[in-house]
Each structure stands twice: as structure tokens, then as C-alpha cells.
């Protein structure tokens, strides 16, 4: 095989760019993940560095045993109705009027097959959502 001009052109280009990416690789450090891990934990457990991210943040947040969900009246009642379908951030991250969470309810019964609980429960969890997620206070 007769070597080319292009050829030697191209091989080089080729491990230019190879390098090039190389050298864009060793940029990221793969340790900046257990950035933060608390004292004594074992450094070779990748997640333990997410674990305590989330505990803190739930700690700040609300009842780590129900979801993050902060503590009160209804809060119990309000867990075990919602987490059958969907995880707990999808309430808290809500801040709606008071309206809007009765229109949600309906929503909730009437397109997403919701089962009401009794009228008590029902507007124990309304109170506790429109208290803890409003736009109105
Ligand atoms: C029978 C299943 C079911 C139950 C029980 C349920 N949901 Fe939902 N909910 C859904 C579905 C499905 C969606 C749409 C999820 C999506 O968009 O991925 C949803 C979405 C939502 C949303 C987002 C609405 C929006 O504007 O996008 C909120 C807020 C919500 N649910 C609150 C609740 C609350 C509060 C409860 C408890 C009182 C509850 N859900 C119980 C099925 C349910």
C-alpha cells in the first residue's frame, strides 16, 4: 500500500481529535460526586454522597417518613391517599389557590380514577393541602 499525503493528513487529524477528546474527558472528576459525604462514611460507596443530600433536604423539608410531606393535621391522611399513584414531590412542589386544589381533587376522582375516601377524610386532606401548598397565604 502506497502511503498518501492524504493519508498521513488524515491519521493525523484523526489522533488530534482523538486526543482532543481525551484531554476533554480528564475534565470532569469523577470524585466530585462524594463532594459532601458526612464524616466516617465509606468512601467507596458511591452513593452514600447522595444519601446525605437527601436526608438533608428532607430534613429541612418536612416528615422524611411520609414523603417529605410537612408535619400537621392531616398530613398522615393526606400520604396515604396520594402516594397510591404518584410520589409525594408532585404535591409539594405545587403552590396553587384554594380552588385550584378542589379542581385537582375532582381531576384526581374523575379522569385519574381516584377512590374519595369519606367526607371527613376528604376535607381533612383539602384543609392540609390548601394550609401547606396554597398561593393564597
Ligand atoms: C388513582 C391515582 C391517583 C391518586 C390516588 C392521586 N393522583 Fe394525583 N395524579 C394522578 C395522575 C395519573 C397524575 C398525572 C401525572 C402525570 O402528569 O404524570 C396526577 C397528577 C397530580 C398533580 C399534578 C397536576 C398538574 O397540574 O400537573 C397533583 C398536584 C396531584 N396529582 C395531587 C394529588 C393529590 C394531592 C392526591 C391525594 C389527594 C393525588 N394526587 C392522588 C393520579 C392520582
Known sequence: MRITLTTVAATVAALALGSGLAV????LDPMAGLAGRP???DPLDP??????RAGT??????NE???????GAGAEETYYQCV??????IIKQQRVTDHRWDELW???????G???PDEETKEIILAYLKTNFSSER
Open 24 to 27: 476533554a474527558e480528564t475534565r
Open 114 to 116: 381516584m377512590v374519595e
Open 65 to 71: 417518613e411520609l414523603g417529605g410531606l410537612p408535619d
Open 39 to 41: 464524616a466516617g462514611s
Open 47 to 52: 452513593t452514600t454522597a447522595l444519601r446525605a
Open 57 to 62: 433536604a428532607e430534613a429541612a423539608e418536612g
Open 106 to 112: 375532582t381531576w384526581m376522582v374523575e379522569e385519574q
Open 84 to 89: 397510591a399513584c404518584h410520589s409525594t414531590e
